[in-house]
């Protein structure tokens, strides 16, 4: 599941809406919509993110963090390496082949490491 899949996931849930009724009332096919949430499709349209903005009626900070979370939410990525040194590509690849294996501890140091880099 997506970052964005889980916000949906979870406004649905607080509205008591299901998936078959949220999906036709966007106009999108249920299995579209379940493939949404759980990361099976690539990130949403602006357009869509701006649907269903709309259709649970947020704003502000909401609004602007589901956007944030549809940005993120790509669920295949590519690591382009070309120009790096070549460890670079050993670690990338190394991340790639280990991936499922990392534990929410491992993740939460990722994550914080990566906020270290992005702040410099």
């Given at each position: 599941?997506?970052p964005?899949?889980?916000?949906v996931?979870?406004?649905r849930?607080?509205?008591?809406?299901?998936?078959?009724?949220?999906?036709a009332?966007?106009?999108?096919?249920?299995?579209?919509?379940?493939?949404?949430?759980?990361?099976?499709?690539?990130?949403?349209?602006?357009?869509?993110?701006?649907?269903?903005?709309?259709?649970?009626?947020i704003?502000w900070?909401?609004?602007?963090?589901?956007?944030?979370?549809a940005?993120?939410?790509?669920?295949?990525?590519?690591?382009q390496?070309?120009?790096?040194?070549?460890?670079?590509?050993?670690?990338?690849n190394r991340v790639a082949?280990?991936?499922?294996?990392l534990?929410?501890?491992?993740?939460?140091?990722?994550?914080?490491?990566m906020?270290?880099?992005?702040?410099?």
């Amino acid at each position: 599941m997506t970052p964005f899949g889980q916000a949906v996931r979870k406004l649905r849930s607080e509205r008591k809406l299901s998936q078959k009724q949220m999906a036709a009332d966007l106009g999108v096919s249920a299995a579209y919509l379940s493939a949404l949430e759980h990361g099976n499709r690539s990130e949403p349209s602006w357009q869509m993110v701006q649907r269903i903005i709309g259709y649970f009626n947020i704003i502000w900070d909401e609004a602007e963090e589901l956007q944030r979370l549809a940005l993120l939410s790509k669920p295949r990525v590519i690591i382009q390496t070309r120009s790096l040194d070549p460890r670079a590509t050993i670690v990338a690849n190394r991340v790639a082949e280990n991936f499922d294996r990392l534990t929410a501890e491992d993740i939460d140091r990722l994550d914080a490491m990566m906020n270290d880099v992005e702040s410099r």
